[in-house]
């Protein structure tokens, strides 16, 4: 299986701050890679895929970039509703569809 | 609007069993793969289930493997997930998703339902 790992495991932001997630995969997945937020007690939102890709209705202060085995998720200038816990997930060998453990994004 | 509404979460002992369901409006459900992904309480997200659109492929977790039937009933836009021999550790919120063909990944997700097994 292709594990992924997220850092850092959370991050503290002010409002228009720019944030960066980063995103590895244990082996090369090209580019099938995905992004989702959530909120507490929501289910999660497809931002990006195809690891660059924006989902439709996505701000485009959201932007993802990468290939192969490194992957970032970046927010240009972050918003009050951007403070969420960030998912990526592997789209490249399945089954299983794997995910990471999670980024959370916090107001400083 | 794309929607996806589970239903049958419940408080099971060990060895139990379940059978959720999703509901799915505003779009043509018969022509979409579906999935099951699931959430333990302050966890991250595990893949459970996959189901193509005719049912003829499936696959599961390891960690379900055996235990966990996935179905659909396309006459009736449903998603089916029956657990047998439930354990502690499936305990999570189970969330029916939308499977995004060609990038396989998942594009809309129901609101959840939630699975406590315990004695």
């Known amino acids: 299986d292709i594990q992924m790992t997220q850092s850092p495991s959370s991050v503290s932001a002010s409002v228009g701050d720019r944030v960066t997630i980063t995103c590895r995969a244990s082996q090369d997945i090209s580019s099938w890679l995905a992004w989702y937020q959530q909120k507490p007690g929501k289910a999660p939102k497809l931002l990006i895929y195809?690891?660059?890709s924006l989902q439709s209705g996505v701000p485009s202060r959201f932007s993802g970039s990468g290939s192969g085995t490194e992957f970032t998720l970046s927010i240009s200038s972050l918003q009050p509703e951007d403070f969420a816990t960030y998912y990526c997930q592997q789209a490249n060998s399945f089954p299983p569809w794997t995910f990471g453990q999670g980024t959370k994004v916090e107001i400083k | 609007e794309v929607q996806l509404v589970e239903s049958g979460g419940d408080l099971v002992q060990p060895g139990g069993s379940l059978r959720l369901s999703c509901a799915a409006s505003g779009f043509s459900f018969r022509n979409y793969n579906m999935n099951w992904v699931r959430q333990a309480p302050g966890k991250g997200l595990e893949w459970v289930s996959y189901i193509s659109t005719s049912g003829s492929t499936i696959y599961y977790a390891d960690s379900v493997k055996g235990r966990f039937t996935i179905s659909r009933d396309n006459a009736k836009n449903s998603l089916f997930l029956q657990m047998n021999s439930l354990r502690d550790e499936d305990t999570a919120v189970y969330y029916c998703?939308?499977?995004?063909?060609?990038?396989?990944?998942?594009?809309?997700w129901g609101q959840g339902t939630l699975v406590t097994v315990s004695s």
């Open positions: 195809a690891a660059s």
């Open positions: 998703a939308r499977h995004y063909s060609g990038y396989d990944t998942f594009d809309y």
